[in-house]
Each structure stands twice: as C-alpha cells, then as structure tokens.
C-alpha cells in the first residue's frame, strides 16, 4: 500500500494570512495513463469530508480561489493564501494512482 | 444536485453480520463507480470499498478483505456493504462515496456501526 504522510499535524493561522499543508507518498503517484492523482479534501467539524482540489491542482466546483495545489511524484502541497474562519477543520491528502489512500491529516484551526 | 442516504447502521455483536445501504439520486448511478469509506471515532479517513459502475470490479482494504462485500443494485440506485465477523476495530462512521475517475466527489453524511458487546 501506499503510505501517504501529511504535515503538520496541526496548524493555526491568523485570518487572512497563508497556510501550507505537505503530503508526501511512499511511491510516486504518476500514473501510466500520464496522470496524477492526488486529491485534497476538508472535512469541517460536523461534517462528511468534501472534495477541494483533484489531480495534484484542479479546483472542484464552487471552491474558493484562495486554494491552490501543487506538486509531482511524490511531493505535494495544498495552500490558502488567505484563511478564513470557514476554512477550519481536518484537511486530507489521498491518492487514488493506486487503490485509494488517505494521508493522517493535518487540524487547521483560527487563532 | 447529488444526494446520497446511507442507512442499515447500529449496534452489532462481534463476529455477526450488518448490512449498510446507500440510496442514490441526482446523477447517474448506473454509470458511476462508488465507494465505502470509513472513520473511526475521532481518527482520520480509512478507504474500504470500491464498485465499478456495472458492479463487474470490486477492490478491498486488506482490512475488510474476505468479511466485506460491496455490491449495488442499478435499478434501485443503491450501493450495499455487507459486514459480517465483525471487529471491535470496524467500529466507525461508514461513508458512501461517489467516485469520478479517481477522486471522490460527493460524500453521504454517514451512518455509524458500533461493534460492541
């Protein structure tokens, strides 16, 4: 299996400043159909988890700008470039290259 | 818009069997891969289950493997898991999931199985 490792475990931003989540894997994540497929979700408190970003950077329906996401192989990054308090919760990093897999997660909270 | 109703959780003795169902609507059940996904109370997301859109393809977590069934019924647009011996350590909100290529992109709101005595 892959093992895909996130950091931090935590995090607290001020609003309006920028948050940057790592997740790494255990084995690259490119597959042979030339694709990557690294998703990130965020699961509020309370909540089911929601899809934020798909394939390393793509941007699902309706989610806010202010989240991008980067990366190749086996290194990845999801950023805010400028929190805000409904951005709270556990964030997840999970490849589906290989039978799916969910990074720890990482808690971003206000301070 | 996209909803999924999962049911069929509870309280369930070790080594016996528990049936989940999910009840689709919105999209295009029949032609869509779908997926369990798990959380234990207060830990992270653990994948379990996965269907092909015809149910022709069905892959496991090593954890659940040989006690879990996925299946689906297309004309009723419902995704099942069948459960049986099981685990204090399956205890857990369970998640039906509906997949796009391979990412997930709608989540039900879960149903919790508490694996007790």
């Known amino acids: 299996d892959i093992v895909m490792t996130q950091s931090p475990r935590s995090l607290s931003v001020t609003p309006g400043q920028p948050a940057s989540i790592s997740c790494k894997s255990s084995?690259?994540?490119?597959?042979?159909?030339?694709?990557?497929?690294l998703d990130w979700y965020l699961q509020k408190p309370g909540q089911s988890p929601q899809l934020l970003i798909y394939?390393?950077?793509s941007r699902f329906s309706g989610v806010p700008n202010r989240f991008s996401g980067s990366g190749s192989g086996t290194d990845f990054t999801l950023e805010i470039s400028r929190v805000e308090a409904e951005d709270v919760g556990v964030y997840y990093c999970m490849q589906g290259t290989h039978l799916p897999t969910f990074g720890g997660g990482t808690k971003v909270e206000i301070k | 818009q996209v909803h999924l109703v999962e049911s069929g959780g509870g309280v369930v003795q070790p080594g016996r069997s528990l049936r989940l169902s999910c009840a689709a609507s919105?999209?295009?059940?029949?032609?869509?891969?779908m997926h369990w996904v798990r959380q234990a109370p207060g830990k992270g997301l653990e994948w379990v289950a996965l269907?092909?859109?015809?149910?022709?393809?069905?892959y496991y977590a090593d954890s659940v493997k040989g006690r879990f069934t996925i299946s689906r019924d297309n004309s009723q647009n419902t995704l099942y898991l069948q459960m049986n011996r099981s685990r204090p350590d399956d205890t857990a909100v369970y998640y039906c999931?509906?997949?796009?290529?391979?990412?997930?992109?709608?989540w039900g709101q879960g149903t919790l199985v508490l694996v007790s005595s």
């Open positions: 269907i092909a859109f015809d149910g022709s393809v069905k």
């Open positions: 919105g999209f295009r059940f029949f032609n869509t891969g």
């Open positions: 084995q690259s994540l490119l597959h042979s159909d030339g694709r990557t497929y």
């Open positions: 999931v509906k997949g796009r290529d391979a990412y997930l992109d709608y």
């Open positions: 394939e390393v950077s």
